[in-house]
């Protein structure tokens, strides 16, 4: 089992920054990656970010690259989601997830463990 603990949610203007965390805990070394996703009101879930936490290899769902950046910290067991030039549509509740599987990781399936999420709202 791992427990995924996520933080940093809030409301910020359109243009602000946020900078989310996730605390991993239990079985951590068996997973393999760990992601971000995001669900808005009326939308699908969504892999936002994810990254490896061996290699530190990362991908991006195209809607956030250049302003979101994805971090680990091994010692930690920690994962970061820097999010700056936040936009409105960027609204949803995001989630912490992780992942046993290598094939899959970048695709956003075989995520099986999901923290609680946190709400970010990027409002004027």
Known sequence: QVQLVESGGGLVQPGGSLRL???A???TARQYAMGWFRQAPGKERELVAAITWSAGSTTYTNSVKGRFTISRDKVKDTVALQMNSLKPEDTAVYY???TLYSAT?????????WGQ????????
């Open 21 to 23: 965390s996730c605390a």
């Open 25 to 27: 805990s239990g079985r």
């Open 96 to 98: 912490c997830a992780s």
């Open 105 to 113: 990781w970048y695709t956003g399936r075989g995520y099986d463990y």
């Open 117 to 124: 999420g946190t709400q970010v709202t990027v409002s004027s």
